[in-house]
């Protein structure tokens, strides 16, 4: 039942409909113009509404400030300014006009705004080869609705247990033992626009030898590319590819250290992918004992449609075999 908005003010409670008409009201009270938005969200389909309906699931807002509309998601209390989660940006929406104004013809349409705030992932990784062990500093930068989930699991929790949680989430990544030595946040109590990690750890017996030779693997630490869920040869009906990925674009910095009396016997080739707007490149550049790649990948995440699934598997399966590849020193 829609609450009032002077019970919402009161009680602090209500759902995304009280929420959106609270804001509506807070805002035009401030001089900005405001409107609720009706929501089908993504998980629900794109063809499973015809007006007049009542199955709309969630309710936003949006607010025109200085000439640019931004889309308002006001359940979520982790969420930096004008960020989208993924089964929004592209839902099915209804505007409601605003308080006053006649009602014309309406239609659904799809939630499509140039001034949402794209969520990024980039990390500055260092490792450094010592004996049979890696050592790894890494800062890790998130912009937009994937700072979120971070604030979520990590604001409320001691720094004890910050800790235990987070050599837990690093743990997962590897088959060796990791041991987390440092740990720390800045933005994590704080809707700023990004929220930055930095920590330092040591991952056990991760260097391979294989005679005289020795390998690693490259740690980018984020898997933007999986072929297991897309091993059919066609498809029928099209992949609802936000549903596997909730980032627009990834970066990665590595710096691969192997110390004084090492040198590099083999590096992986340097390579470029694209499948219509979503790019992939990856670039290694030797300097002494010192190698440092560049990995940087923009994703759209829209449907992917029956007719491109082989062009769009082709793209995945290249860049899952470009980061299958070792590092050989020795």
């Keep these: 039942m829609p609450q009032s908005i002077s019970k919402v003010l009161s009680t602090k409670l209500g759902d995304c409909k009280d929420l959106s008409s609270l804001f509506v009201a807070l805002a035009s009270k401030a001089g900005l113009q405001a409107q609720l938005?009706?929501?089908?969200?993504?998980?629900n389909g794109v063809k499973d509404m015809v007006l007049p309906s009542m199955e709309f699931n969630h309710c936003i807002t949006l607010v025109k400030l200085n000439g640019k509309d931004y889309y308002l998601e006001l359940?979520?209390?982790?969420?930096?300014?004008?960020?989208?989660?993924?089964?929004?940006?592209?839902?099915?929406?209804?505007?409601?006009?605003?308080?006053?104004?006649?009602?014309?013809?309406?239609t659904i349409t799809t939630l499509q705004t140039a001034n949402r705030m794209h969520d990024k992932n980039i990390k500055l990784i260092n490792v450094a080869v010592s004996g049979k062990d890696l050592k790894m500093k890494v800062q890790s930068k998130r912009f937009g609705a994937i700072t979120s989930a971070?604030?979520?699991?990590?604001?409320?929790?001691?720094?004890?247990?910050?800790n235990k949680s987070f050599e837990k989430f690093v743990s997962d990544q590897?088959?060796?033992?990791?041991?987390?030595?440092?740990?720390?946040?800045?933005?994590?109590?704080?809707?700023t626009d990004s929220l930055i990690t930095n920590y330092?750890?040591?991952?056990k017996n991760e260097v391979i030898e294989a005679g005289s030779m020795k390998m690693i693997k490259i740690p980018f630490l984020d898997i933007i590319a999986s072929i297991e869920n897309f091993s059919s040869d066609s498809r029928q009906f099209p992949i609802e590819y936000w549903s596997y990925e909730n980032t627009d674009m990834y970066e990665n910095n590595i710096v691969i250290d192997l110390g004084a009396g090492q040198k590099f016997i083999e590096i992986p080739?340097?390579?470029?992918?694209?499948?219509?707007?979503?790019?992939?490149?990856?670039?290694?550049?030797?300097?002494?004992?010192?190698?440092k790649i560049y990995r940087k990948v923009s994703l759209q995440r829209n449907d992917i449609l029956p007719a491109d699934y082989e062009a769009?598997?082709?793209?995945?399966t290249n860049i899952v075999e470009s980061e299958s590849k070792y590092i050989v020193f020795k």
Excluded: C, H
């Design 75 to 106: 359940t979520d209390n982790n969420l930096p300014f004008a960020s989208l989660p993924y089964n929004l940006n592209g839902a099915l929406i209804l505007p409601v006009p605003p308080y006053g104004q006649k009602v014309s013809a309406t």
């Design 312 to 316: 769009f598997k082709n793209f995945f």
């Design 37 to 43: 938005i009706l929501v089908d969200t993504r998980d």
């Design 269 to 291: 080739e340097s390579k470029t992918y694209s499948f219509k707007k979503s790019t992939y490149s990856i670039k290694y550049v030797k300097e002494g004992d010192k190698l």
């Design 200 to 203: 330092n750890y040591t991952v």
């Design 150 to 162: 971070w604030r979520n699991d990590y604001a409320t929790l001691t720094e004890e247990q910050q």
């Design 174 to 191: 590897y088959k060796n033992q990791v041991k987390l030595e440092n740990l720390s946040f800045v933005g994590l109590n704080q809707l």
